[in-house]
Every structure is written in C-alpha cells, then in structure tokens.
C-alpha cells in the first residue's frame, strides 16, 4: 500500500532540475507532497487532487495523473534551500496519508 | 498561530520502562495522527483520530502500543515496556477537517531512544 518514490537519491547543482516520481498500485484521491530537512518535521508543499491538475510552488511544481496512479514533483533551477528528503503521501479516500519511501535531494553550489 | 506542539522533544530511557509521548493538535483541527520514522521503515501511520474517535490503529505495532485523545486538545502515544527497537522520531500530525484542500500539519517530533 506504500507509495514507490523513484529515484531515491538526486544530486544536483545549483541551477539544475529534477524530478521526482511517485507511483501508487491503488487507485488515488490525492497526493501531498512534502519536504522534511534533517532533523525537522515534514513541510508541506502541496496538494493534487484526482483530475491531473498540476500545481506550483515557487520553482517546484507537480503533477497528478490518476489513470497512472502517479505524481510527479518538478524542481526547476534548484538552489540551495531545496535540498532535504522528499516524500509524497497518498491518500485513497479523504482520511489518511501513507508516506512514500522518500527521495533524498542534496545540492551542491 | 501556534503549530502541533509535541513534548518532550527528547526522551532517553531504559528498556522496560514506559514512555508516554503528548501532542497538542492546532486548534479547530479535526483529525490527528501519530508517526514514527525511522531509517529502515520511513514514515509510518501508526494511529489516527476523527473528532476525538480512534479511527484506524492498524498501523499500531503491537500491544505495547496504546494511544488517546481524551479531548479535541490533547492526545498521548504510551509505550509499555519499552524496547530498543522502539527507538525512533515520533510525529505527531493534525488535520483540519475532511475538505479537498485539507492536508496535515506536523508537529516537531520526539526523538525516543531506548537503551
């Protein structure tokens, strides 16, 4: 039931892109993304519903394709900040969220 | 606005001895759930409530494990007896309601360890 989040590492440099996949083997009603640095909590970024509406956050946007049952986070230009693990939650019905494996992101100047 | 307050932020104690954590959700916050992360395992569901109510506890580990919410303020992870293999970040997480765009606020963490 866990989401599968690929790949599990990035390593970038400032000013490059990446994207980060999230795949479920359920039929989803949303996907949250969050961003948690060492030592934190999770921060939320945000939320897709069903319907592959795309959102954006800053130079981070993400994507939601309910037929795939996946959702695709896009970091554009990274800075510094960016850096820190990545999770995306899943829900199935409006009620809980199941936490992907993480996709950890460092970059570098 | 205050966040998800959880306390204590570090808790060291001895195999057999239990621990009891405690979280204050955001107030007007619906639902609330308790994490623990781990490196092996990651980020999982534990517990989490609805208006006060246990709605889901499949994720609780076993016995040793119980949780409350004796009010829309409060809630306690206990663990008794405690293992080293409990050792880990407990978060606990609240929600404002069942709304489309609602998502979940976590609270710092407890980091627990156990000798």
């Known amino acids: 039931q866990q989401p599968v989040q690929s790949p599990q590492a990035v390593i970038l440099r400032e000013g490059e892109d990446a994207v980060i996949n999230c795949s479920s083997s359920?039929?989803?009603?949303?996907v949250h993304w969050y961003r948690q640095k060492h030592g934190e909590a999770p921060v939320f970024l945000m939320i897709?519903?069903?319907?592959?509406e795309q959102k954006g956050h800053e130079k981070i946007s993400a994507s939601f394709n309910e037929k795939k049952q996946q959702s695709s986070l896009y970091l554009t230009a990274s800075q510094l900040s960016y850096s820190g693990t990545y999770f995306c939650g899943t829900e199935r019905f409006a009620d809980k969220l199941i936490f992907g494996t993480g996709t950890r992101l460092q970059v570098f100047p | 606005d205050a966040g998800v307050i959880q306390s204590p932020r570090h808790e060291v104690t001895e195999m057999g001895q239990e621990v009891t954590l405690r979280c204050k959700p955001i107030s007007g916050h619906n639902s609330l759930f308790w994490y623990r992360q781990t490196m092996m395992r990651g980020l999982e569901l534990l517990i989490y409530?609805?208006?006060?109510?246990?709605?889901?506890d499949s994720g609780m580990p076993e016995d040793r494990f119980s949780a409350k919410m004796p009010n829309a303020s409060f809630s306690t992870l206990k663990i008794q007896p405690s293992e080293p293999r409990d050792s880990a970040v407990y978060f606990c997480?609240?929600?404002?309601?069942?709304?489309?765009?609602?998502?979940?606020?976590f609270g710092p963490g407890t980091r627990l360890t156990v000798l």
């Open positions: 409530f609805n208006n006060n109510v246990p709605i889901d």
């Open positions: 897709l519903l069903k319907g592959g």
């Open positions: 997480a609240s929600r404002p309601g069942t709304s489309d765009t609602d998502t979940q606020y």
């Open positions: 359920k039929a989803l009603y949303s």
